[in-house]
């Protein structure tokens, strides 16, 4: 059964670091998403991406995160300058169309310190 | 009223039990609705879709009340693999697919 993969599945960073957490979306969904979910509390929206672009952003994604499709497979969430509250489990996810299920990567859990 | 409210519980409930969850949205013009399951420190998973009044997949039973803008899971003959945060997931009305999910109902199946 096709998965979406991430890696890292952990990372550690100094604050004011830069980090990037790449995704595999399977293979022919066409919509990306990125969620986060501090510890504890709920998941979270941060951004949707269709067609290289940004469909919507969360008051979360402000100007420090960055979104991209490199190439055919990757989806990659940039945070440029990391704080503390930064440190969640980041989640990508994608779907086929947009009404239709979305799958969720086993997610990459960032400690910023 | 938050966008999606649950009850955190936790549940905690015998093997065989039946139990349910709640879920309220706040938005009215919301047309698809999802139960996703987590166990600790993993991703969502979709255990139920819901489009209409209701679905049912053999023990696990969602509901859908629109008038009341209310949504329930219901678990029949509980097994302790059950055991896992169960997530309300309402996607907003606007065309991009963001989800909205509820802080989830911590379910504790025991034998």
């Known amino acids: 059964e096709p998965e979406v993969t991430q890696t890292p599945s952990h990372q550690v960073t100094q604050m004011g670091q830069e980090v990037i957490l790449r995704c595999v979306p399977i293979s022919n969904h066409l919509y990306f998403y990125w969620y986060r979910q501090i510890l504890g509390q709920k998941v979270e929206f941060l951004v949707s991406?269709?067609?290289?672009?940004?469909?919507?952003k969360s008051e979360i994604f402000d100007d420090q995160f960055s979104v991209e499709r490199p190439d055919g497979s990757n989806f990659t969430l940039k945070i440029r300058s990391t704080k503390l509250e930064d440190s969640a489990m980041y989640f990508c996810a994608s779907s086929r169309e947009i009404q239709e299920t979305q799958y969720f990567g086993p997610g990459t859990r960032l400690l910023v310190l | 009223r938050k966008e999606v409210e649950q009850d955190p519980g936790p549940f905690n409930v015998p093997e065989g039990a039946t139990v349910a969850f709640n879920c309220t949205y706040s938005n009215s013009a919301s047309q698809s609705f999802f139960w996703y399951r987590q166990d600790c420190r993993k991703e969502p998973k979709l255990l139920m879709s819901?489009?209409?009044s209701g679905n049912e997949d053999g023990r696990f039973t969602a509901q859908l009340n629109r008038a009341s803008q209310y949504i329930s899971l219901l678990i029949r003959d509980s097994k302790l693999s059950d055991s896992a945060t169960y997530l309300c997931v309402v996607p907003t009305s606007g065309n991009t697919g963001k989800l909205i999910f509820g802080q989830g109902t911590t379910l504790q199946v025991k034998p």
């Open positions: 991406f269709y067609n290289n672009e940004i469909s919507e």
């Open positions: 819901v489009y209409s």
